[in-house]
């Protein structure tokens, strides 16, 4: 019989196959077995109700933007799929392969059942918690995305000028006229070394100057050479990163070389 109690479950897969969801997406369906089910408030897991212990699975593994589902890895975490055929998982051996599922009531056009809301391996802690990367995959995160997180920084507030002391009125003294500008420069227009002209991506231009910097140029003085080599090149730190063009990129991440690269 059919699981009819809401919880964490290990067991085994006693069937499974890759086949078609109703929006014609592929999905892996796994016919599973539970032999414990865990309890919580002694911490411990007990054995499951013999009388009750069958469930259904229904994992959609590409959603509808064409990307990987949180099932697709978790099915490759748990099989040791490598996710590139999906002929390879249909003809994976399943069957009697161990597994942790968890079970949760679902609500579709008013009617509620239980269904397996999630999988994972058999050790894996059954209690919830909030699901974190941690420092080196932060560190990954912020490389792979510096370019993005630069151009969106938020800029600092303006921070008021004090009171100036009054002073004794006095005759003003002359004072030279300003040079003009030099030509072929408008005045007020950010300057912008000569680079050579070429084209990149974002990603591209990150990774090339991480991978170039000095040993002692620190992760906070990149990120803020790359600020300005951004601000520099379009005038704007707030600029969307869609208007940044692959010539800018390629600017910006001369600019940042220029100040944080190795001789």
Same mark, same amino acid.
């Given at each position: 019989?059919?699981?009819?109690?809401?919880?964490?479950?290990?067991?085994?897969?006693? @069937? =499974?196959?890759?086949?078609?969801?109703?929006?014609?997406?592929?999905?892996?369906?796994? #016919?599973?077995?539970?032999?414990?089910?865990?309890?919580?408030?002694? @911490?411990?897991?007990?054995?499951?109700? /013999?009388?009750?212990?069958?469930?259904? $699975? $229904?994992?959609?593994?590409? @959603?509808?933007?064409?990307?990987?589902?949180?099932?697709?890895?978790?099915?490759?975490?748990?099989?040791?799929?490598?996710? #590139?055929?999906?002929?390879?998982?249909?003809?994976?051996? &399943?069957?009697?392969?161990?597994?942790?599922?968890?079970?949760?009531?679902?609500?579709?056009?008013?009617?509620?059942?239980?269904?397996? +809301?999630?999988?994972?391996?058999?050790?894996?802690?059954?209690?919830?918690?909030?699901?974190?990367?941690?420092? @080196? =995959?932060?560190?990954? &995160?912020?490389? *792979?995305? #510096?370019?993005?997180?630069? +151009?969106?920084?938020?800029?600092?507030?303006?921070?008021?000028?004090?009171?100036?002391?009054?002073? !004794?009125?006095?005759? /003003? !003294?002359?004072?030279?006229?300003? #040079?003009?500008?030099?030509?072929?420069?408008?005045?007020?227009?950010?300057?912008?070394?000569?680079?050579?002209?070429?084209?990149?991506?974002?990603?591209?231009?990150?990774?090339?100057?991480?991978?170039?910097?000095?040993?002692?140029?620190?992760?906070?003085?990149?990120?803020?050479?790359?600020?300005?080599?951004?601000?520099?090149?379009?005038?704007?730190?707030?600029?969307?990163?869609?208007?940044?063009? /692959?010539?800018?990129?390629?600017?910006?991440?001369?600019?940042?070389?220029? *100040?944080?690269?190795?001789?």
């Amino acid at each position: 019989m059919l699981i009819n109690v809401a919880g964490y479950y290990k067991g085994t897969i006693q @069937d =499974g196959g890759v086949g078609e969801s109703s929006g014609g997406f592929p999905q892996l369906n796994l #016919a599973l077995k539970a032999t414990e089910v865990y309890d919580p408030e002694t @911490d411990s897991w007990l054995p499951a109700n /013999p009388e009750a212990d069958e469930i259904y $699975y $229904y994992g959609v593994l590409i @959603d509808s933007k064409d990307h990987e589902t949180l099932n697709a890895k978790q099915v490759k975490k748990i099989t040791g799929w490598d996710g #590139a055929s999906l002929v390879e998982l249909a003809t994976m051996a &399943l069957v009697e392969m161990p597994i942790q599922f968890r079970v949760e009531p679902n609500t579709y056009n008013e009617k509620t059942t239980l269904q397996v +809301s999630w999988i994972d391996e058999p050790g894996a802690s059954p209690v919830r918690g909030v699901r974190k990367l941690d420092a @080196d =995959g932060v560190k990954a &995160l912020q490389a *792979k995305y #510096a370019g993005v997180l630069a +151009s969106t920084k938020a800029p600092k507030k303006a921070v008021s000028a004090p009171a100036a002391a009054p002073v !004794t009125a006095k005759a /003003p !003294t002359p004072v030279a006229a300003p #040079a003009p500008p030099k030509r072929g420069r408008p005045a007020g227009k950010p300057v912008i070394p000569k680079t050579n002209v070429g084209k990149c991506t974002a990603d591209e231009a990150w990774a090339a100057v991480s991978s170039l910097k000095r040993d002692n140029v620190t992760d906070e003085e990149l990120t803020t050479a790359w600020t300005a080599a951004i601000t520099s090149v379009t005038g704007d730190i707030n600029t969307v990163e869609e208007k940044i063009t /692959p010539e800018n990129w390629f600017q910006i991440k001369e600019l940042v070389l220029a *100040k944080t690269a190795k001789v």
